[in-house]
């Protein structure tokens, strides 16, 4: 059986660092949002270019 919780989660994935266990998705989205990530796991990429531009009328 699967079980998805507790999570070890680790600033940019580097498991050298802290580490934070989380106990539910809404903690692990808190997480992630502040940069943690589980260790092996591909960083998010990072768009390239400049922002669109806003028009006013």
């Given at each position: 059986m699967f079980q998805e919780y507790p999570k070890a989660l680790h600033?940019?994935?580097d498991h050298e660092r802290e580490v934070?266990?989380?106990f539910d998705a809404e903690q692990?989205?808190?997480k992630r949002k502040q940069g943690f990530r589980m260790v092996g796991e591909p960083q998010a990429e990072?768009?390239?270019g400049?922002?669109?531009k806003v028009i006013e009328q």
């Open positions: 600033p940019d994935g934070y266990i989380v692990e989205a808190e990072k768009k390239r400049r922002p669109a």
